[in-house]
């Protein structure tokens, strides 16, 4: 069960950081993190961290896909979770 937190803690902290991180590219002009890389990260676990990090950074927040996406991605992920640990505890 600690395996399963610490992955969801881990996802989630590498997507909010890509999030930040992107922001700051897309001000200075740099070179950028690709969405699909975003995507694959909050598909795979890391949905509320990059919601977040969204928030926070206020980035991609007039992208659809990313304020629709996000959310639902979240809410799967939340259900996903509480199974997890239903069913390991």
Known sequence: MIYIISYYLLINLI??????????RAKRGEWRIKEATLWWLAL??????????MNKF????????????FPVI??????LFIYLIIKLA
């Open 15 to 24: 997507n909010y950081f890509f999030m930040g991180a992107d922001k700051k």
């Open 44 to 53: 795979a676990g890391g949905a509320l961290g990059g919601l977040i990090g």
């Open 58 to 69: 206020r980035h991609k927040t007039k992208h659809t896909s990313f304020v629709i996406g």
């Open 74 to 79: 979240t809410i799967l992920h939340v259900f």
